[in-house]
């Protein structure tokens, strides 16, 4: 994950446009402009997600499109069933997939018209969308114990999906990626927070694990979230024309020749330091290769996501925050991550699971990584959302923390417990669910207190506290059932507390399960 967009930058290795909102999953209805079509195809074509290994989500409609010939007679036939349409003027057709059961027997997906289309070892199962930045782009050969999970990962029913197509100015309707399965020598190339959230679910469901991996280092959310939905968003529409004014107002040749001059100087200065036996100062960033990467506002939408609807899916992870926390755009995030969900759900046409990943603890001085924590926090209030509380793992100097078997781990708990009804350990970290005021004292109440709350190591520790004069200080706190209660010596009539209120805070609440608490404060200070 990305601290901010020069951070990014050192860490990238790793259609038509839709009219029309779906009315619920898999019964949807397609309309696509036919600007962006081509009129006549002499073949068949399916989208790149209907390809060998593909997985489909079991017990809901399956929607299958492509394109061919206006008027020719399309049939798509999988396990003995067959729907069949007929493209309009635009060349598009669909059919919807009456539900299949879950399957691990590899099958064909049929699609005949004046030719024949056959996508072999297809399974049906469940299938997730993971997206973000960098920490989610991460690959199991970047993970800790990399060896370890090499040879464990002969798991042929785990399949993933990887959207190699960048930013696009319109939404495509067709992407760039293949199926992948899971294998030893294959596994390395995964996004690991994906993978080992999907390891979990097949490991407890025991049936087919599809997942999309579409993620981009570096990235800001803006880039995630479709154009016309930021435009039509109050809160966001003075950011949306500031951004694109700026966008406007860019200029390519004048940014290259910079570049190259500051590349040139970039090379001496560089020799130089070799001569003298210092490091290499950091290499100057290409600008056109950055907005290239990134899109304008919703290019990343448009090139990446917008290609996968309306694939039937059982739920979406995101991982990303890092690239919003600097530069004064964290207040924002707030109003952008709950439009991302609530647009993803319109535009897929079901309020499908979505949960992510709450930013880890991180050296990154400044108020930007604990309002996005709390933007996360905030977001919860959607229905069928859930987090995963990463405050505990994270590394301090690497914005890239090794351990993505936890992040996997804690989001497929939100997932097992709440999505599929099995009973976990816990679904949630510790999270704040009210208090009140006794006299000098704070009591906060808890939901998720799964076991009961717990200090790890000790006292507890991470709480501040402060009256009307609003000066921090720091608290006592003692654990009392579901309630933290908190007090100091300094502050005889406290008004606000604050927990792990930093980027790199020294916490340790949890519940009985072992999960870390979210970190949170009572006041809406500036």
């Known amino acids: 994950m990305l601290a901010n967009d020069a951070v990014g930058d050192e860490t990238v290795r790793v259609h038509s446009s839709m009219k029309t909102r779906f009315i619920r999953c898999g019964l949807v209805l397609l309309s696509i402009s036919l600007s962006h079509v081509p009129r006549a195809r002499a073949d068949v074509r399916l989208p790149a997600i209907f390809s060998e290994h593909a997985v489909l989500q079991s017990d809901v409609a399956v929607p299958v499109w492509g394109w061919a010939d206006a008027g020719e007679k399309v049939e798509v036939s999988i396990a003995g069933r ?3 349409a007929t493209p309009g003027a635009d060349g598009k057709w669909m059919v919807n997939l009456e539900p299949l059961k879950a399957d691990a027997k590899p099958m064909e997906l049929i699609v005949k018209g004046k030719n024949t289309l056959t996508v072999k070892d297809v399974l049906v199962g469940e299938v997730w969308l993971g997206s973000g930045q960098s920490n989610m782009a991460l690959q199991v050969s970047r993970a800790k114990d990399f060896e ?5 990962a002969n798991l042929p029913e785990v399949r993933m999906f990887t959207v190699s ?5 319109k939404a495509e309707d067709d992407c760039k990626g293949s199926w992948v399965v899971c ?5 390395g190339s995964f996004s690991a ?3 080992f959230f999907g390891r979990e679910i097949h490991k407890v469901l025991g049936g087919p694990v599809g997942l999309i991996h579409s993620s981009v280092g570096g990235t800001p959310i803006e880039s995630w979230i479709a154009p016309e939905a930021q435009k039509a968003s109050p809160e966001l529409r003075a950011s949306f024309a500031m951004t694109n004014s700026a966008d406007a107002s860019f200029n390519a040749e004048e940014a290259k020749a910079k570049y190259e001059k500051a590349l040139a100087k970039w090379k001496e200065d560089a020799q130089a330091a070799k001569a003298a036996g210092k490091p290499a100062p950091p290499s100057p960033r290409d600008p056109l290769a950055q907005r290239a990467r990134k899109g304008n506002v919703g290019g990343l939408f448009n090139g990446k996501i917008a290609p996968l609807i309306p694939y039937a899916i059982r739920g979406a992870l995101w991982y990303q925050g890092e690239a919003n926390a600097g530069g004064g755009k964290a207040q924002l995030y707030q109003y952008q991550l709950p439009l991302l969900v609530t647009d993803w759900r319109k535009r ?3 309020e499908f699971p979505f949960a992510w990943v709450q930013l880890p603890n991180f050296s990154r001085p400044g108020d930007g990584w604990p309002l996005v924590r709390e933007a996360m926090l ?3 209030r959607l229905p069928k959302t859930g987090m995963a509380i990463t405050i505990d793992i994270g590394e301090q100097k690497n914005i890239h923390p090794a351990n993505k078997q936890d992040v996997g781990r804690r989001l497929s708990l939100w997932a097992l417990g709440t999505v599929y009804g099995k009973k976990v350990e816990s679904t949630s970290g510790p999270l704040p669910a009210g208090h009140e005021v006794r006299s ?3 009591a906060l109440k808890f939901s998720h207190a799964d076991g009961g709350l717990a200090a790890k190591g000790g006292e507890v520790k991470g709480f501040t506290i402060a009256g009307v004069d609003k000066q921090w200080k720091p608290a006592k706190a003692r654990i009392e059932g579901d309630k933290v209660i908190v007090s100091s010596d300094e502050v005889s009539k406290p008004v606000a507390v604050r927990y792990a209120w930093q980027d790199w805070p020294e916490c340790n609440l949890t519940n009985g399960t072992g999960l870390p608490a979210s970190p949170f404060r009572t006041d809406d200070w500036n």
């Not at 370890?148 to 464990?152: C, I, L, P």
């Not at 197509?165 to 100015?169: L, N, P, T």
């Open 82 to 84: 067959t729907k069949s």
């Open 148 to 152: 370890q999970e090499k040879a464990a």
């Open 165 to 169: 197509s960048g930013a696009s100015a």
């Open 183 to 187: 294998s030893p020598e294959t596994v």
């Open 193 to 195: 927070a994906l993978f």
């Open 348 to 350: 897929w046409g079901c």
């Open 378 to 380: 905030k977001t919860l």
């Open 440 to 442: 000098s004292e704070f």
